[in-house]
């Protein structure tokens, strides 16, 4: 299916709880309106790869063991949002983490691109995927991978045909470590209360919508979808 280019989406933040749909609805956006994904993860590794000058100083950091501080990621997102295929809109992955990094965000959005603001293309749409937290657990939780070709079953929603069993490869699933619900439930606690000021800090900017997560995987994508036409288009 050819992208739909003939929508200009601005930036947008995807947020939700581990195993609410970001990474799928971040794909779905990324291939319906021909956008790009900018991840803060890839952004410091090509960095670091291409022994930029910020590469060179976020190796510094992390040899010795000390997260990136905000000035540097702030230098790295800046210059990735300056390009050309980030001018129709992308999707932000991993920020911003924290009010403060939100705040920075707005600031050099409505400095860089102030005519764009004027025609309602600049300021982040911010989606918040909501969840039922016991569906979240069972969710995360059923999740079971082929070893060999990587398959996801999930035992409760999407079972194989034999259980335990990859319907390919005939193999036995797994359980990833970080999918076992001691893991989950800290993961799930330590989202919240990092996640919590940004929320507040879009809800207060009355930017924040709200999909329903437990919805089917389609049903929550329309929504998405929706809300991003819907938004700059003026409706």
């Known amino acids: 299916m050819a992208a739909d280019t003939a929508h200009n989406i601005g930036p947008v933040i995807l947020l939700g709880p581990p195993g609410a749909g970001k990474g799928t609805q971040s794909r779905r956006i990324v291939e319906r309106y021909g956008v790009p994904q900018v991840s803060t993860g890839d952004l410091l590794r090509e960095n670091v790869r291409q022994g930029t000058p910020l590469g060179i100083q976020v190796k510094d950091v992390m040899a010795r063991g000390e997260l990136v501080p ?13 390009r050309t295929d980030c001018e129709r809109g992308y999707v932000l992955d991993g920020f911003p983490r ?57 035992v409760y929603s999407q079972p194989p045909r034999v259980a335990d069993t ?8 797994v359980t990833r470590d970080d999918d076992r619900e001691e893991v989950i439930r800290e993961r799930l606690a330590a989202y919240e209360l990092q996640t919590k000021p940004v929320v507040e800090y879009y809800a207060h900017k009355g930017r924040l919508h709200c999909v329903d997560g437990d919805a089917s995987v389609e049903q929550v994508t329309k929504q998405i979808w929706r809300l991003l036409e819907g938004e700059r288009s003026g409706e």
């Open 98 to 154: 924290t009010s403060a990094q939100a705040a920075w965000l707005d600031a050099f959005l409505q400095r860089e691109f102030f005519e764009k603001l004027q025609r309602g293309k600049c300021l982040p749409i911010v989606i918040r995927i909501g969840v039922d937290y016991n569906g979240l657990l069972r969710r995360i939780t059923g999740r079971r991978s082929c070893p060999v070709c990587g398959r996801i079953y999930n």
């Open 166 to 173: 990859c319907d390919v490869e005939g193999s036995k699933l």
């Open 70 to 82: 905000d000035e540097l990621m702030y230098d790295m997102v800046a210059e990735r949002l300056r």
